[in-house]
């Protein structure tokens, strides 16, 4: 009787910390949009989405280490999850709102990748959404304020996130501070990189779908041959089970005897 080999802490607690992270980071886009884009809101009400920020990062923090600490070898684990610690340790550093969302955007990220339910084109569709979302947010924030600033709606902000994620660039609307500028680069190398992974993704699926129709063409294909080679075999065997037809043979027809008187004739009388 085999014993079934028991699994890893380290990937128990992963599985089990999956949903209730990814909750988390919708509360923490909630929190952060909140502030930007109602500025006049109770100061109750920016003070618990402070909060909820904070939480949020805390406990993606708090993973890690936790996964850091279960670890076979943490210096693997620290070397192969840089951008894991580097989320980590940047609002602790430098504790700006900004650094706090770029963190957590990079922590939902990696979890959201471990995810065995969510597939490439789920995981790149999300990272396009979320990359537009918080750009636009953290675009306005930024410029709203800024005296040469023309970003000073949400509109004004999303559009120019769309258009800077496809390289588009229209020029009606820029940013004009420097960290702006740096959101907007940010935010250029990731739409290419995320249209180069849904390029390819497209092109994988057209591609897979014409080995697909191809296979089974060819087994139609296969199919009709075996067939027709049946069909063929049938026909010879039909041909020599029946064999050639034997001609038909006819009775011979009676030779009427010399000897024999014709009726109605007189028999002449013997000596």
């Known amino acids: 009787m085999s014993v079934k080999k028991e699994r890893p802490l380290k990937v128990r607690w992963e599985e089990r910390t999956q949903t209730p992270l990814l909750v988390l980071a919708v509360a923490f886009g909630i929190a ?17 989405c402070h909060y909820v920020e904070w939480a949020v990062w805390g406990a993606f923090a708090v993973d890690y280490l936790v996964r850091l600490l279960l670890a076979s070898s943490r210096w693997t684990f620290v070397r192969s999850h840089p951008l894991d610690l580097l989320a980590v340790v940047l609002p602790l ?84 501070t420097g960290l702006g500028r740096v959101l907007a680069v940010g935010l250029m190398l990731s739409g290419i990189a995320l249209l180069g992974v849904v390029t ?26 075996a067939l027709t080679r049946e069909v063929r075999e049938l026909r010879a065997e039909v041909a020599r089970l029946s064999g050639p037809v034997p001609p038909q043979t006819t009775a011979p027809e009676a030779v009427p005897d010399a000897a024999a008187p014709e009726p109605g004739a007189a028999i002449a009388p013997t000596a």
């Open 200 to 225: 390819a993704n497209i092109a994988a699926w057209f591609i897979a779908r014409f080995e697909r129709d191809d296979a089974v063409e060819r087994r139609q294909t296969e199919l009709l041959e």
């Open 32 to 48: 952060y949009a909140v502030p930007i884009i109602t500025p006049g809101a109770e100061p109750s009400v920016l003070r618990l």
């Open 93 to 176: 550093v430098q504790p700006l709102r900004l650094l706090r969302v770029v963190s957590t955007l990079l922590l939902v990220g990696r979890r959201a990748r471990m995810a065995p339910q969510i597939t490439l084109t789920t995981y790149v569709a999300g990272a396009v959404v979320g990359l537009m979302m918080f750009g636009s947010l953290a675009v306005l924030h930024v410029e709203r304020d800024a005296p040469d600033g023309n970003i000073k709606t949400l509109g004004d902000a999303v559009w120019w996130s769309f258009t800077t994620m496809t390289t588009v660039g229209y020029g009606d609307h820029a940013p004009t």
